[in-house]
Every structure is written in C-alpha cells, then in structure tokens.
C-alpha cells in the first residue's frame, strides 16, 4: 500500500510558540491531504482538508488562524500550530487519498508545556 | 446528520475468547462507505476494511469477519479466537459520496484488551 510520513513523530514545546508538521505521501501524488486531531483515549477529529493549490477548508470550530495549512506540493502537506497552547497538546494525524484509499500517517504527538 | 456511534468503549476479553465491537450509523445519503480501523498503542491507524452501502454482504478475512445490515444500519465487527496482539483501539468510520469528498466520520472508538 502507499506510504504516509509525518515529521517530527513527536514535539515537545514552550507556550507561545509555533509548531510545523510536515505530512508527506512518499510514492504517490495527493491532491488531497486531511489533517486530523486526536485528544487522549478520544476519537479522531476532522480539523480541516488541504487541497494542493488551493486554500484549505476548515470544519467548523476549528480556527485557520491558528492552524495553518499549506500544500505546496503533491507530495507534501504542513500543518503550522501557532502560538501554541496547553490545550493544543494532541494527536495530530494526517492522511492522503489515493484511488478510492485514504492511507494516514504515523500521527504526530504535540506537547505544549 | 452524519454520525457513527460506538457504544462499546472498553471491552475485555481472555484469549482464544470470540468478540464482537458495535458500530451504527447514520446518514441520509443512500450512497455511502464504511470503515474499520485498527489503532495500536503506536498510534498509528490500520486499514482493515471499507465496505459500500450496496454491498451487503458478510465479509470474512481470517479471524475477522464483518456484519454490514443496513436495515439496522449496522456494521458490525468480530474478531474469532482472538490474541493479546488484538489488543488495540478500533475505530468504525463514515464517508458520505453526496459530499464529493473522502472525510470520514469516526466513532468513539471501543478499546479492546485481550488477556493471555
């Protein structure tokens, strides 16, 4: 099957701070990447789909502010939390579409003390 | 609305037990496909299967086997003799083809300990 990387696989961070998460599809072309959230022992949230191109599209609730999304590129998605909080420390998961497959990425876990 | 419901959330188990993790639905769309996914402690999502809302019937994979009934809008999952490597997060999820897009709706999830 195809492979999903992100980067880092963990990230430990001051308060205030911005955070990059790179998700990349390393043997195929994703024109669509999403990026979700995954707090402790809870299920996983859609925060938003990024389309390569093209501005990403934010599920309600979620602030495009503080979570910046760009996908320069076929093969590569970043997900930027800015000015990071405690209440931003989660399990962030992303995921490529190829065919009719959605394959995800090993998931970042973010720690913001 | 779309919603997928998970009602189980810890279930355990000795090994060798058979066990079955719950998932309803629902949606208004008539087309519509649905998942299960493995979570180990890793983190890291296990594709397991992805099933169409015109294909009914029963699918059997090794020790796993699944129970689509769109009269109860179920999609029902059962693992046979399980293991201790069973031991895992799973999670039942929606996508919805009126929306032109792969999101997937996820369940709660039902956390699976098997004993040895």
């Known amino acids: 099957g195809a492979v999903v990387s992100q980067h880092p696989s963990w990230v430990i961070c001051k308060s205030g701070t911005s955070v990059k998460i790179e998700c990349r599809s390393l043997?195929?072309?994703?024109?669509?990447m999403f990026w979700y959230r995954q707090f402790p022992k809870q299920s996983l949230m859609l925060m938003a789909t990024?389309?390569?191109?093209?501005?990403?599209?934010?599920e309600q609730g979620v602030e495009k502010d503080k979570f910046l999304i760009n996908h320069a590129s076929l093969t590569l998605s970043t997900l930027t939390v800015t000015s990071a909080h405690p209440e931003d420390s989660s399990f962030y998961i992303c995921?490529?579409?190829?065919?009719?497959?959605?394959?995800f990425g090993p998931g970042t876990r973010l720690t913001v003390l | 609305a779309q919603k997928v419901t998970q009602a189980q959330t810890e279930i355990s188990v000795v090994e060798k037990e058979d066990v079955t993790l719950d998932c309803v639905y629902e949606?208004?769309?008539?087309?519509?496909?649905l998942f299960w996914y493995k979570q180990p402690p890793s983190g890291e999502l296990v594709f397991l299967i992805r099933?169409?809302?015109?294909?009914?019937q029963n699918e059997i994979s090794g020790r796993y086997s699944w129970n689509f009934q769109k009269s109860t809008s179920s999609f029902n999952f059962t693992i046979t003799a399980s293991q201790v490597v069973d031991s895992a997060v799973y999670f039942c999820?929606?996508?919805?083809?009126?929306?032109?897009?792969?999101?997937?709706?996820f369940g709660t999830g039902t956390r699976l300990q098997v004993f040895p």
């Open positions: 995921s490529a579409i190829l065919g009719n497959e959605q394959f």
């Open positions: 043997d195929f072309q994703a024109t669509t």
């Open positions: 990024s389309n390569e191109g093209s501005k990403a599209t934010y």
């Open positions: 949606t208004r769309d008539t087309t519509y496909y």
């Open positions: 099933r169409n809302s015109f294909d009914e």
């Open positions: 999820a929606l996508s919805e083809a009126s929306l032109n897009t792969d999101k997937l709706i």
